[in-house]
Protein backbone atom coordinates (compact mmCIF):
# COMPACT_ATOMS: atom_id res chain seq x y z
CA UNK A 1 0.00 0.00 0.00
CA UNK A 2 3.03 2.45 0.77
CA UNK A 3 4.30 1.64 -2.53
CA UNK A 4 1.22 2.55 -4.04
CA UNK A 5 0.99 5.51 -2.95
CA UNK A 6 4.62 6.67 -3.34
CA UNK A 7 3.96 6.05 -7.20
CA UNK A 8 1.13 7.49 -6.99
CA UNK A 9 2.51 10.43 -5.59
CA UNK A 10 5.66 10.76 -8.05
CA UNK A 11 3.67 10.22 -11.07
CA UNK A 12 1.37 13.24 -10.38
CA UNK A 13 4.53 15.43 -9.60
CA UNK A 14 5.88 13.83 -12.71
CA UNK A 15 2.53 15.11 -14.29
CA UNK A 16 2.46 18.41 -13.11
CA UNK A 17 5.83 18.88 -13.75
CA UNK A 18 5.61 18.34 -17.11
CA UNK A 19 2.24 20.05 -17.48
CA UNK A 20 4.07 23.24 -16.14
CA UNK A 21 6.30 23.47 -18.94
CA UNK A 22 3.54 23.64 -21.76
CA UNK A 23 2.76 27.22 -21.23
CA UNK A 24 1.86 29.43 -24.06
CA UNK A 25 4.67 32.07 -24.29
CA UNK A 26 4.08 34.70 -26.37
CA UNK A 27 7.34 35.48 -28.46
CA UNK A 28 10.29 37.52 -27.14
CA UNK A 29 8.69 41.13 -26.60
CA UNK A 30 12.06 43.02 -28.13
CA UNK A 31 12.77 41.08 -31.05
CA UNK A 32 12.89 43.08 -34.62
CA UNK A 33 12.08 42.21 -37.95
CA UNK A 34 14.88 41.40 -40.00
CA UNK A 35 15.98 44.11 -42.03
CA UNK A 36 19.25 42.59 -43.73
CA UNK A 37 19.43 41.27 -47.16
CA UNK A 38 17.44 38.78 -48.42
CA UNK A 39 19.99 37.76 -51.35
CA UNK A 40 23.56 37.88 -51.75
CA UNK A 41 25.24 37.56 -55.48
CA UNK A 42 28.67 37.54 -56.54
CA UNK A 43 29.95 38.34 -59.91
CA UNK A 44 26.63 40.65 -60.78
CA UNK A 45 26.05 41.98 -64.49
CA UNK A 46 23.67 44.39 -64.82
CA UNK A 47 22.41 45.20 -68.44
CA UNK A 48 20.38 48.15 -69.46
CA UNK A 49 18.96 48.50 -73.01
CA UNK A 50 16.91 50.61 -74.66
CA UNK A 51 14.67 49.26 -78.80
CA UNK A 52 16.93 45.84 -78.05
CA UNK A 53 19.97 48.25 -77.89
CA UNK A 54 22.67 48.16 -75.04
CA UNK A 55 22.50 51.52 -72.94
CA UNK A 56 24.50 50.41 -69.92
CA UNK A 57 26.21 47.73 -68.44
CA UNK A 58 27.43 47.85 -64.74
CA UNK A 59 29.80 44.85 -63.35
CA UNK A 60 30.28 44.29 -59.57
CA UNK A 61 32.01 41.35 -57.66
CA UNK A 62 28.84 41.85 -54.38
CA UNK A 63 24.83 42.66 -54.39
CA UNK A 64 23.03 42.39 -51.53
CA UNK A 65 19.24 42.81 -52.01
CA UNK A 66 16.45 43.83 -49.28
CA UNK A 67 13.25 43.35 -48.93
CA UNK A 68 12.35 46.80 -50.35
CA UNK A 69 14.28 45.28 -53.78
CA UNK A 70 16.73 47.92 -53.01
CA UNK A 71 19.97 46.71 -53.54
CA UNK A 72 23.57 47.24 -52.20
CA UNK A 73 27.16 47.35 -54.17
CA UNK A 74 29.47 46.56 -51.24
CA UNK A 75 32.26 46.41 -53.45
CA UNK A 76 33.98 47.98 -56.26
CA UNK A 77 31.17 49.03 -59.21
CA UNK A 78 32.50 49.42 -62.63
CA UNK A 79 29.92 51.15 -65.44
CA UNK A 80 29.89 51.51 -69.21
CA UNK A 81 28.04 53.51 -71.21
CA UNK A 82 27.08 52.71 -74.86
CA UNK A 83 26.80 55.22 -77.81
CA UNK A 84 24.14 54.83 -80.53
CA UNK A 85 26.91 53.20 -82.50
CA UNK A 86 27.54 49.93 -79.84
CA UNK A 87 30.75 51.39 -78.70
CA UNK A 88 31.62 52.27 -75.43
CA UNK A 89 31.40 56.49 -74.94
CA UNK A 90 31.83 56.41 -71.03
CA UNK A 91 33.44 54.22 -68.59
CA UNK A 92 32.93 55.19 -64.58
CA UNK A 93 34.32 53.62 -61.42
CA UNK A 94 33.49 53.68 -58.23
CA UNK A 95 34.27 52.01 -54.47
CA UNK A 96 30.86 51.06 -53.94
CA UNK A 97 27.11 51.68 -54.76
CA UNK A 98 23.49 51.45 -54.12
CA UNK A 99 20.38 51.27 -56.44
CA UNK A 100 17.02 52.74 -54.53
CA UNK A 101 13.97 50.78 -56.05
CA UNK A 102 11.35 53.36 -54.54
CA UNK A 103 12.96 56.37 -56.15
CA UNK A 104 14.32 54.45 -59.06
CA UNK A 105 18.17 55.64 -58.84
CA UNK A 106 21.54 54.56 -58.44
CA UNK A 107 23.83 55.98 -56.59
CA UNK A 108 27.70 54.85 -56.36
CA UNK A 109 30.17 56.27 -53.92
CA UNK A 110 34.04 56.47 -52.95
CA UNK A 111 36.44 57.48 -55.71
CA UNK A 112 34.16 58.34 -58.46
CA UNK A 113 36.06 58.30 -61.81
CA UNK A 114 34.22 59.00 -65.21
CA UNK A 115 35.98 59.17 -68.42
CA UNK A 116 34.16 60.41 -71.42
CA UNK A 117 36.60 58.86 -74.28
CA UNK A 118 34.59 60.94 -76.74
CA UNK A 119 35.80 63.93 -75.35
CA UNK A 120 38.93 63.07 -73.86
CA UNK A 121 37.55 64.06 -70.53
CA UNK A 122 38.09 62.50 -66.80
CA UNK A 123 36.01 63.42 -64.27
CA UNK A 124 36.39 63.14 -60.39
CA UNK A 125 33.78 62.82 -57.52
CA UNK A 126 32.90 61.55 -54.39
CA UNK A 127 29.87 60.46 -55.23
CA UNK A 128 27.31 60.34 -58.47
CA UNK A 129 24.10 59.75 -58.71
CA UNK A 130 22.29 58.04 -62.22
CA UNK A 131 18.39 57.74 -62.64
CA UNK A 132 17.51 55.64 -65.62
CA UNK A 133 14.10 56.80 -66.05
CA UNK A 134 15.18 60.57 -66.95
CA UNK A 135 18.85 59.53 -68.25
CA UNK A 136 19.87 62.13 -65.96
CA UNK A 137 23.20 62.12 -64.19
CA UNK A 138 23.88 64.17 -61.27
CA UNK A 139 25.50 65.12 -57.73
CA UNK A 140 25.51 67.61 -54.87
CA UNK A 141 29.45 67.22 -54.40
CA UNK A 142 32.33 68.66 -55.44
CA UNK A 143 33.64 67.59 -58.83
CA UNK A 144 36.69 68.20 -61.07
CA UNK A 145 37.06 67.45 -64.65
CA UNK A 146 40.17 67.10 -66.48
CA UNK A 147 40.52 67.66 -70.02
CA UNK A 148 43.49 66.33 -72.02
CA UNK A 149 42.72 67.91 -75.43
CA UNK A 150 42.44 71.30 -73.75
CA UNK A 151 44.69 70.88 -70.69
CA UNK A 152 42.29 72.45 -68.43
CA UNK A 153 40.73 71.18 -65.12
CA UNK A 154 37.62 72.52 -64.24
CA UNK A 155 36.50 72.55 -60.57
CA UNK A 156 32.94 73.28 -58.79
CA UNK A 157 30.37 71.80 -56.53
CA UNK A 158 27.38 70.27 -58.16
CA UNK A 159 26.72 68.54 -61.43
CA UNK A 160 24.12 67.59 -63.92
CA UNK A 161 24.59 65.43 -67.23
CA UNK A 162 23.01 63.02 -69.25
CA UNK A 163 24.38 60.17 -68.99
CA UNK A 164 26.56 59.95 -71.97
CA UNK A 165 28.40 62.83 -70.16
CA UNK A 166 28.96 64.70 -73.44
CA UNK A 167 26.21 67.60 -72.33
CA UNK A 168 27.44 68.72 -68.33
CA UNK A 169 26.53 71.61 -65.96
CA UNK A 170 28.69 72.55 -62.88
CA UNK A 171 26.44 74.36 -60.43
CA UNK A 172 28.93 76.46 -58.67
CA UNK A 173 31.86 76.30 -60.76
CA UNK A 174 35.15 77.43 -58.29
CA UNK A 175 37.37 77.87 -61.37
CA UNK A 176 39.25 77.12 -64.60
CA UNK A 177 42.87 76.27 -64.76
CA UNK A 178 45.15 76.00 -67.60
CA UNK A 179 47.21 73.14 -66.71
CA UNK A 180 50.91 72.55 -67.70
CA UNK A 181 52.21 69.81 -69.50
CA UNK A 182 52.31 66.94 -67.44
CA UNK A 183 50.47 68.19 -64.23
CA UNK A 184 47.15 67.17 -63.67
Known amino acids: MIRKRITAVLCLG ?20 YTGPLEEIND ?5 SEAAQLKVRMTTPLQYK ?24 TTLRADSGR ?3 AQNFYRVMGN ?6 KKNQDLYTP ?20 SKATNERLEGIGLDT ?14 IFRLAEGNP
Open 14 to 33: LISIGLSGCKDEPAAKNSQP
Open 44 to 48: VQVLY
Open 66 to 89: YQTNDRVYPKTVNIEFYGPDGQVE
Open 99 to 101: YVH
Open 112 to 117: VVVVNK
Open 127 to 146: ELNWNPTTKKVYTEKPVKIL
Open 162 to 175: DQSFSHYFIRKPTG
